[in-house]
């Protein structure tokens, strides 16, 4: 028997935004000529169970086996992959997505790019590898995310890129996707400086209906809408936290409530996002207007905040307001009131005798009388 030859390639990613000149984050690896048996042997560590994916027992970065992919169903699932170690990485780069990501560097750092990954990230261009790219429908959003991340670089996507994607949208590829997997790249197109690029590519392909029809439908009204918000992000300073979500808040919070709503429900739109999105379309006129500051509409907006136990919430938004709206905001005063409400003790209500139903009565009574204190004296 021969002596096998196992080769470690540095690929993806971390390949293009070497040459891209940004910061690398994450490593992956590629591992030619191996089998799981050699790598566990070596100490590597199996976290796949579809994919032989293996954690080295150091660094803990992702090697992965070097396979091809052969289309055997339906949507992004259907596939038969083979991880046989004759594999090549030349037919392992093949499957991949875009020629940007197709590039791989051993460990002497020399470069292997047999399909132009480095002439398209020169020329800034998104393009597709092979015909290959229509059998996985998630790619469409994964190039869209692209744009997006490498709009401030002056990506643009291929002809014939954009036009395979216009196909397999309208083949009704994109109906194959589960909700999970649809947000999954909606959220790291989110947490990008030019997220809008994302959606306005989607509508560019006749995607945004199929994938988000709530905006769709907006947008039939308003079709200015996303160019509007893109200049406003721009203008705004840059987001250091909190970037997806606050990005989901502007772009979606738009929508009627029942509108946003349905999305977050069809998207399986996580909690955290849905009620800071909700908690802002219902009472930004609080949050940004003197004039509509009343007692009784700021004891219902704290009771839904549920500013009582949960004031961070309160205090995100809060942070949300002032980097959308550079001038004055209403959350000063509306901190102030919470904190001079937040002072009653329900402990002393209970000892004066209310009892079951009239507690919470007498609780908002006296809480409305503190905030009034505060309101007079802000709002003009």
Request: with cysteine.
């Amino acid at each position: 028997m021969g002596v096998i030859l196992v080769e470690y390639y540095l690929v993806g990613g971390a390949v293009r935004d070497k040459y891209l000149g940004l910061e690398v984050k994450d490593k992956d690896w590629l591992v030619v000529g191996a089998t799981p048996a050699i790598l566990l042997a070596q100490g590597f560590q199996q976290v796949g169970k579809d994919f032989p994916v293996f954690l080295h027992p150091k660094t803990k970065e992702e090697y992965a086996l070097a396979r091809t992919e052969k289309k055997a169903g339906v949507g992004y699932t259907g596939f038969i992959c083979d991880f046989s170690p004759n594999i090549t990485l030349k037919e392992d780069l093949l499957r991949r997505d875009l020629t940007i990501n197709a590039l791989a560097e051993d460990q002497y750092g020399v470069l292997y790019d047999f399909y132009g990954g480095k002439s398209d990230i020169e020329q800034r261009i998104l393009r597709h590898i092979s015909p290959a790219f229509c059998e996985d429908p998630l790619r469409i959003l994964r190039v869209a995310r692209f744009a997006a991340r490498f709009a401030s670089l002056d990506f643009t996507i291929a002809p014939e890129t954009l036009s395979l994607m216009k196909e397999m949208t309208k083949a009704g590829e994109l109906t194959t996707l589960t909700p999970e997997r649809v947000w999954q790249e909606t959220l790291k197109a989110l947490d990008t400086t030019s997220p809008v690029t994302y959606f306005t590519l989607l509508e560019s392909i006749d995607a945004l209906s199929v994938l988000y029809p709530e905006l769709a439908e907006y947008l039939y009204q308003d079709s200015e809408f996303l160019y509007f918000c893109q200049n406003e992000i721009n203008s705004m300073l840059p987001l250091a936290q909190e970037r997806a979500l606050f990005h989901f808040t502007l772009i979606f919070s738009v929508l009627s409530e029942n509108a946003l709503q349905d999305l977050c429900r069809h998207l399986k739109v996580p909690n955290n996002f849905k009620h800071f999105a909700l908690m802002y379309h219902r009472f930004r006129h609080l949050f940004e207007d003197y004039s509509a500051l009343t007692v009784a509409d700021v004891i219902a907006c704290f009771n839904q905040i549920d500013i009582w136990r949960k004031p961070e919430l309160f205090e995100k938004l809060k942070i949300f307001i002032e980097w959308k709206n550079r001038e004055k905001s209403t959350m000063d005063t509306l901190w102030q009131a919470y904190q001079m409400a937040q002072q009653i003790d329900v402990q002393q209500i209970i000892q004066a005798g209310f009892q079951k139903a009239e507690i919470r009565h007498e609780l908002d009574r006296q809480r409305q009388e503190q905030i009034a204190k505060i309101l007079p004296k802000n709002v003009a």
